[in-house]
Structure formats: structure tokens, C-alpha cells
Antibody, heavy 118, light 112 residues
């Protein structure tokens, strides 16, 4: 059974940093690009970014709103993807999800909550 | 970047009736080599994980009732839900996966 578990969410002050994890099982992690998507309170779903596989040199792509502040990485030995977030802003407050690439996002974890507030 | 625009932002439809949600893309989502539109539809209920309803614009995900139908091509797409049930109340999103940065529509809130 495919499983995704996001963790690392917390309350952080504006300008601070945080690193989220996405632990996976039940599928061939090394063959899958992984995406991060977020849901701010009261707003819609927003695609954050993705990391491709080793075959594609772990290429990353980001939404304009987070480019230069967020960095996605992965550890294939741990079947885990990370989202490192710097210079956090109030607008980054959201429930963060990870999902393996498919035709659309079929699998979602429960999400991890990031709150940026002083 | 591709901008996805849904309409309406919200709608209220009676039980058993039909709901129609429009999604427009700022760019072509049809990859002509495969004749596939790189568009998906999701249902999101409060407190739950988003649920993939359709991909390739019109292919229903396994387990999704045939009351949910996707249509359209290139830049104009529609999600139609017939015989509305109470459990269909949710926010619905379209999303393009033609190219990064991927993008979602702003969402349409459906009240039943």
C-alpha cells in the first residue's frame, strides 16, 4: 500500500526557516518525481515545486512565489523528500502535502501544518 | 506560466440536479503527439485530502462515480456532475500538468 507521511511543520516567525520531510513507502521511490503542494487557510490549492529522479539529475522546479526561498531535495536511500524553506512569510502559512508524480496527483499524505506568525 | 481560471467561484445546486464548472487555461494543454490534454480535476472536502476525480481531462479515476464527467480540450474544459448528491458538496479544482510550474484553478465551491 502506498503511503506518504509529511512531517516537520511548526509555528515559525517571519523570516525564519523550516525543513519539512515526506517519508514514503509502497512504490518505487527512485523512479518517481515528487511534488509539494500547499493549502493556505481560506485559499485554494497551490503547487509549490517538484524534484525529479536521478535519471533526470534530480532537476527541480518551483512556483514563482517560493523560488529562491524554498529548496527541494531527496534521499533515495530513505525514500524521503525534503522541502527546505527559508525567509518564511505569513503567506507561506499552509498545510503542506507531498505527492508522487502521476497523471494528476492521485496520492496525498495527511499534510503537515506550517504557521508563520510572530 | 500557465494561469488556470475557474468559473463560477461558487454555486448552489439542488439535490438530483446538474452542476457545471468551467476551467480555462491561458495556454494550450493538448499535447498533439499523444492527443492528451494535461488537465486534472480534484474534489476537496474540508479536513480531508484532495481527491483526484479525472485526469487527461476526461478519464475518471478508479472508483469515481460516472456522475462525474470531464470534457473539453486545448484551453477550455468543463466538469459536469449529474444527479447531485449531498456528499458532492466540496471545493473543486482543475489543475494543469502540461508544464512546470504546474498550476491549479482558484477553486469552485459547490453547495448542494
Amino acid at each position: 500500500e502506498l503511503q506518504l507521511v509529511e512531517s516537520g511543520g511548526a509555528l515559525v516567525q517571519p523570516g525564519g526557516s523550516l525543513k519539512l520531510s515526506c517519508e514514503t513507502s509502497g512504490f518505487t521511490f527512485t523512479a518517481s518525481a515528487i511534488h509539494w503542494i500547499r493549502k493556505p487557510p481560506g485559499k485554494g490549492l497551490e503547487w509549490v515545486g517538484r524534484i525529479r529522479t536521478k535519471t533526470y539529475t534530480y532537476a527541480t522546479a518551483y512556483a514563482a512565489s517560493v523560488k529562491g526561498r524554498f529548496n527541494i531535495s531527496r534521499d533515495d536511500s530513505k525514500n524521503t523528500t525534503y522541502l527546505a524553506m527559508d525567509r518564511l512569510e505569513a503567506e507561506d502559512t499552509a498545510l503542506y502535502y507531498c505527492s508522487p508524480e502521476s497523471f494528476g496527483f492521485l496520492y496525498w499524505g495527511p499534510g503537515t501544518l506550517v504557521t508563520v506568525s510572530s | 506560466d500557465i494561469v488556470m481560471t475557474q468559473s463560477p467561484d461558487s454555486l448552489a445546486v439542488s439535490l438530483g440536479e446538474r452542476a457545471t464548472i468551467s476551467c480555462k487555461s491561458s495556454r494550450n494543454l493538448l499535447y498533439r503527439t499523444t492527443n492528451n490534454n494535461y488537465l486534472a480535476w480534484y474534489q476537496h472536502k474540508s479536513g480531508q485530502r484532495p481527491k483526484l476525480l479525472l485526469y487527461w481531462a476526461s478519464v475518471r479515476q478508479s472508483g469515481v462515480p460516472d456522475r462525474f464527467r470531464g470534457s473539453g480540450s486545448v484551453t477550455n474544459f468543463t466538469l459536469t456532475i449529474t444527479d447531485l448528491q449531498a456528499e458532492d458538496a466540496a471545493v473543486y479544482y482543475c489543475q494543469q500538468y502540461y508544464t512546470t510550474p504546474y498550476s491549479f484553478g482558484q477553486g469552485t465551491r459547490l453547495e448542494v
